[in-house]
């Protein structure tokens, strides 16, 4: 069974905007982590950002938001001021909270086109 | 801190033949995780080691793959003998213990393409 969810296989945004990239996912334990990679045409994979299923307030780490809906079980990352070197596949992982600790379930990416 | 080191970057080989990749996890962090990426089937995980002890090897594809970590600092992914379906980009990621993020960093991963 699927996971996690990307259902945007490529979106595109103007430079400057702000872009959602959505993500849900499915889990019946109470205790998970979510996660946003990046990762560019150089091909690493860097982390972005991390919501824990407790956490009272939605992550942020720069210009990264996460709008994290738990009762939707959704994680979309919001990129405000998209530049150009935001270009790249992103990626939406959840902790597997069973089965194995700190074991990560990877969405299939959403890739992001920045345009000037 | 010198980040995760993957060894080969690159690596051609022809069908049949031993194919061994090499990872340095960061200094301090207790899990290993090898994960392979494909376009058509996206980023799996492999096996992950916690305390040079493989946990979990479900995803191992098959016999013809096999990993180890014979200390903290080294582990290797072997595949023997290597087939034109293998070929993908092989990622090592590691982390450290700890209930809060526990994020895992990636190496900068083997391409390898058998012929």
């Known amino acids: 069974a699927q996971k996690i969810t990307q259902t945007q296989p490529g979106m595109f945004v103007q430079e400057k905007e702000a872009v959602t990239l959505d993500c849900t996912y499915d889990t019946s334990d109470p205790s998970y982590g979510l996660f946003w990679y990046k990762q560019p045409s150089s091909g690493e994979m860097i982390f972005l950002i991390y919501?824990?299923?407790?956490?009272?307030q939605n992550a942020t780490e720069g210009r990264y938001s996460l709008n994290f809906q738990k009762a939707r079980k959704s994680a979309n990352l919001v990129i405000s001021a998209s530049q150009l070197g935001d270009s790249a596949m992103y990626f939406c992982?959840?902790?597997?909270?069973?089965?194995?600790?700190?074991?990560?379930?990877f969405g299939a990416g959403t890739r992001l086109a920045v345009h000037p | 801190d010198a980040g995760v080191i993957q060894s080969p970057r690159h690596e051609v080989t022809e069908m049949g033949q031993e194919v061994t990749l090499r990872c340095k996890p960061i200094s301090g962090h207790d899990y290993l995780f090898w994960y392979r990426q494909t376009m058509m089937r996206g980023l799996e995980l492999l096996i992950y080691?916690?305390?040079?002890?493989?946990?979990?090897d479900s995803g191992m594809p098959e016999d013809r793959f096999s990993a180890k970590m014979p200390n903290a600092s080294f582990s290797t992914l072997k595949i023997q003998p290597s087939e034109p379906r293998d070929s993908a980009v092989y990622f090592c990621?590691?982390?450290?213990?700890?209930?809060?993020?526990?994020?895992?960093?990636f190496g900068p991963g083997t391409r390898l393409t058998v012929l």
């Open positions: 919501q824990g299923s407790y956490d009272q």
């Open positions: 080691f916690n305390n040079n002890v493989p946990i979990d």
């Open positions: 992982a959840m902790r597997e909270p069973s089965g194995g600790y700190n074991k990560l379930i």
């Open positions: 990621a590691s982390s450290s213990q700890g209930w809060a993020y526990n994020e895992q960093f």
